[in-house]
């Protein structure tokens, strides 16, 4: 069952955060996860969510998900984002095919 990465990301400290996003791609390639979205206009419809900088990352399963993260790649430039930006995390489950 696919699995989904969905981060809020507030974006404090703008060179730093590009260091970390410009080598994100490879890290999340390599677990053969696929950027949905990354960044781009966010229309607020209903309720009082205002996400500033919205970033979806589906996988295969939430195995390969769990893996990328706590890959040596991964943590290795995680670091850049925590000092970039301050991020809403969460890993979540696709729907299952009907």
Known sequence: MTAYCIA???VHSPDVYETYRQHTLGTVQKYGGRFIVRGGDVQVIEGTWMPKRLVVIEFVCMDDLVRWYRSPEY????KGRHDGARTDLVFVEGAVAA
Not at 75 to 78: K, L, P, W
Request: charged share 15%; hydrophobic share 45%; aromatic share 0%.
């Open 75 to 78: 943590q290795s430039i995680v």
């Open 8 to 10: 809020n990301v507030e």
